[in-house]
């Protein structure tokens, strides 16, 4: 009978990559992951792995008893969940991933909702952009909050996932105190900031996409563009005089010294969802952290709202 330990590690090898990059997962030694998954092949009688002196990667077998393991784990898992909902106290960790305005924004509403089961451990983790998804669809994360851009129904990996809908974030424009935009009596007119110094995300990053279409429909490029990683970093630049940005407005849901904020005509809209595996919705720690979130978007919602003059979702 194959054990389920080793198919766990062998679906972890196959989301890191590497050896070392499981164990690090795991918390084994890179020598306990090679003996176990050595184990899991003399179990199948097949080899699973080809193995040189640096690396090593899933034979078609391995990729095969992959996909059926990734089966069994969401199977125990959907068993789990449903035994666990039969006690009905939340209880446990959960994991949640947030890209860094996002953590920002829901974690002190996330942690007054959730402080008080006594059960629970929340940890929420910032993330690189677009790992999200992947994340949860690994179990290296039970939940995260993840963006979209281009307005199309996000794909749910055929079932395998849920998004739930939080909020809708347009971009904003970022001037310095004392820039002509600072005044609200003063119209923005896209055609003529072009002439302005922007700080932007670098090209190839989503909102960048949305900015560059955002000027292109007004004539083309800025005459000159910063390009830093970070929106805390591009904010920063704008608060320091050094340019104007057109930011997502959650970046606004903390407090930005030295910045105005104006609504853009035609602003491009991201938005935001909670994904979370379909097998384990029926936990009570899920469910309650599902509704925790949706409790904090409507903070950050009135926050921004205040802040900007508009709701940001339907």
């Given at each position: 009978m194959l054990d389920l330990r080793?198919?766990?590690i062998l679906h972890e090898f196959a989301a890191r990559g590497t050896i070392a990059a499981t164990a690090a997962a795991l918390g084994y030694t890179?020598?306990?992951?090679?003996?176990?998954?050595?184990a899991l092949e003399r179990e199948t009688g097949t080899q699973l792995?080809?193995?040189?002196?640096?690396s090593a990667e899933l034979t078609d077998a391995g990729r095969l008893l992959l996909g059926h393991a990734e089966q069994i784990l969401a199977m125990v898992e959907a068993a789990e969940s449903?035994?666990?909902?039969?006690?009905?106290?939340?209880?446990?960790?959960?994991?949640?991933t947030a890209f860094p305005t996002a953590a920002v924004a829901f974690a002190p509403s996330l942690a007054r909702s959730?402080?008080?089961?006594?059960?629970?451990?929340?940890?929420?983790r910032q993330t690189t952009e677009g790992s999200g998804t992947r994340q949860v669809r690994t179990a290296e994360a039970d939940i995260?909050?993840?963006?979209d851009w281009s307005g199309r129904v996000p794909d749910s990996a055929a079932g395998t996932l849920r998004h739930y809908p939080l909020l809708r974030d347009p971009l904003v424009l970022a001037v310095p105190e004392g820039h002509r935009l600072a005044d609200p009596s003063v119209p923005v007119d896209l055609a003529d900031l072009l002439d302005e110094s922007w700080v932007t995300a670098p090209t190839g990053e989503p909102s960048r996409a949305a900015i560059d279409r955002l000027l292109g429909d007004v004539g083309g490029a800025p005459g000159a563009v910063w390009e830093f990683e970070g929106i805390g970093t591009i904010?920063?630049?704008?608060?320091?005089?050094?340019?104007?940005?057109?930011?997502?407005?959650?970046?606004?849901?903390?407090?930005?010294p030295g910045l105005v904020h104006r609504r853009l005509p035609n602003a491009p809209v991201r938005k935001i969802y909670a994904v979370v595996r379909a097998t384990s919705v029926r936990r009570p720690a899920i469910e309650v952290t599902l509704e925790a979130l949706v409790e904090a978007a409507r903070d950050v919602r009135r926050t921004l709202a205040a802040e900007l003059g508009e709701a940001l979702v339907d």
């Open positions: 080793r198919l766990q890179p020598s306990a992951v090679s003996q176990q998954l050595a792995l080809d193995r040189t002196a640096r449903v035994l666990a909902a039969q006690t009905g106290a939340p209880r446990g960790r959960v994991t949640v959730l402080r008080v089961h006594e059960g629970m451990q929340l940890v929420l995260s909050l993840v963006d904010l920063s630049l704008v608060g320091r005089g050094l340019g104007i940005a057109a930011v997502p407005a959650l970046s606004f849901a903390s407090a930005s």
